[in-house]
């Protein structure tokens, strides 16, 4: 059911973002967003350093780094936001920086969820919420670097020469947009079943039953080639 006119003027939307790193950026409101506000859920390690020490941390993996994450473990990290996740309208920012590079790629480093695990945080978010998703943003994309004079293409490859600043844009285009569509069936399935709908069984998607190892060592190959150039 989409929330009324009253409800979303009413208060605010309750907004989860996953993301690597959240920025800090107005003093005057930063004590009381991170005292009161901000909730975070690292994957693996707490961020530490300037003032992460103030903001509430619990670890998605745990008790340990290498397990993956469950529906159980999201439940008891989001039971104190339950009855404000069904009160009011539900905002999801995605950066997808958050994924392993065999997922996604960005022109940065990647963090450590599994497509997977990102899938169930965000079936979860749109479950304890009934299904009262306002929007959602999806951000971490692709675009391949271009230079501009001999001094800058040097520094280019001096300094990423093995990175993901190499690989082809349509290796990555591919990529992403695979995971794109991927997320996007994951909401509309989400929301249909939270409204008691059944969802549509639909296609695999291009190259879905390929695997992580096969598009890492594409991803792998394709880096090298470029790089040798």
Not at 17 to 27: A, N, Q
Not at 69 to 95: G, H, N, W
Not at 165 to 172: D, G, H, M, S
């Amino acid at each position: 059911m989409r929330p009324s006119r009253e409800e979303q003027v009413a208060a605010p939307p309750i907004s989860f973002m996953l993301s690597r790193m959240i920025r800090l950026t107005c003093p005057l409101y930063d004590s009381f967003l991170v005292r009161h506000v901000f909730r975070v859920f690292p994957t693996c390690d707490k961020f530490v350093g300037n003032r992460w020490d103030e903001v509430p941390q619990q670890k998605l993996r745990f008790p340990r780094w290498n397990k993956d994450v469950t529906k159980e473990r999201l439940l008891e990290l989001f039971a104190p936001y339950k009855e404000v996740l069904q009160q009011f309208p539900l905002y999801i920012t995605l950066d997808k920086d958050v994924m392993r590079r065999e997922f996604t790629l960005q022109n940065w480093n990647s963090g450590e969820l599994s497509l997977d695990e990102t899938l169930l945080i965000i079936e979860t978010l749109i479950e304890l919420s009934g299904g009262r998703l306002m929007a959602m943003d999806i951000t971490g994309d692709f675009t391949k670097v271009h230079t501009h004079g001999v001094f800058r293409a040097y520094l280019h490859w001096s300094q990423h020469e093995h990175s993901e600043n190499n690989i082809p844009q349509e290796v990555a285009n591919t990529l992403n947009q695979r995971t794109n569509l991927k997320i996007l069936r994951t909401v509309k399935a989400a929301l249909l079943r939270a409204r008691g709908q059944t969802p549509v069984k639909e296609d695999p998607l291009p190259g879905e039953d390929a695997g992580a190892d096969a598009w890492d060592s594409s991803i792998a190959a394709s880096s090298t080639g470029n790089a040798s150039q």
